[in-house]
């Protein structure tokens, strides 16, 4: 089964939604897993897990609603106040889905310090004792703080989206590479090939561009740690959904077939224990 690792689904409102800036007016509009169906089969992809784009409890229901009555949606990466005194009554809830898989919170947006407060920790301590993985969203300059967060939670499974937000769009790979490599070194953390395109120029990009970063990412992480993702509908901010699959699967070509295989799916399924779904 080829599982697309990171697509978002929403019914669009300016305020819950107010990150799609004037930058992306193509976003402000629903996107529901019926309007990407025809373009993941077309590439091939059975399933996709959907993952938060806003930070209420509300949007975790509706996402997990969604996957009741959409059977391509295999898990939802919602979202919790990891920092609130009732975190684990508020993880309790969450996981009484079956479609529940992960959590995560948008750290991208927090301080540079956010990942270190004592508070947050609390929270991702009781998620440990859940054995629930947790997405880390962060921007490249981040990645030392996640380096160290990740490093104190040696029981907990992490997957870093996005290959942790390089620095596409001005060539930017050396320190990246050097601290992605670091992070690579710690066991409990998978990486989603994944918001590539929209880390690059929008209009500009090339494959030639893009290719040393995935690169770099195959290299440290390998095939059972690494899974596919569209980042759709925010990635046609700069390409369509053909392209943006296609730019990683031909990265692929020289794998195996087993190889290419745990990419494209086995290494999501395994990882969220997808297969344990009905």
Not at 30 to 57: C, K, N, R, W, Y
Not at 219 to 227: I, K, S
Request: glycine share 4%.
């Amino acid at each position: 089964m080829r599982i697309d690792a990171h697509q978002h689904y929403w019914r669009y409102d300016p305020v819950e939604y107010d990150w799609i800036d004037a930058t992306m007016t193509r976003l402000r509009r629903d996107f529901l897993p019926e309007d990407v169906a025809p373009d993941m089969a077309a590439m091939g992809f059975d399933a996709a897990v959907a993952v938060q784009a806003s930070q209420t409890p509300l949007e975790t229901r509706r996402l997990l609603d969604l996957a009741d009555r959409y059977p391509s949606i295999v898990g939802v990466v919602g979202w919790v106040d990891f920092q609130a005194a009732d975190v684990e009554r508020q993880i309790e809830v969450a996981v009484a889905h079956p479609r529940l898989v992960g959590l995560r919170h948008i750290v991208q947006s927090e301080p540079d310090d956010f990942l270190a407060r004592p508070a947050f920790r609390r929270g991702i301590a009781a998620l440990e004792r859940h054995d629930l993985p947790y997405d880390v969203l962060i921007y490249e300059r981040q990645m030392p703080a996640a380096i160290d967060f990740v490093q104190s939670f040696p029981r907990q499974r992490f997957v870093l989206d996005h290959v942790g937000k390089p620095d596409i769009r001005h060539g930017r790979l050396d320190a990246w590479r050097t601290q992605l490599r670091r992070l690579a070194e710690l066991p409990n953390v998978c990486c989603k090939l994944s918001g590539l395109v929209t880390e690059a120029d929008w209009r500009t990009w090339t494959t030639a561009a893009v290719r040393p970063y995935i690169e770099t990412a195959c290299e440290a992480f390998g095939p059972d740690r690494l899974m596919i993702g569209s980042d759709w509908p925010v990635c046609t901010l700069a390409a369509d959904y053909a392209r943006t699959m296609t730019l990683v699967i031909d990265a692929l070509a020289n794998w195996s077939e087993m190889e290419r295989d745990a990419v494209l799916g086995g290494t999501a399924a395994k990882f969220w224990k997808l297969t344990q779904l009905g």
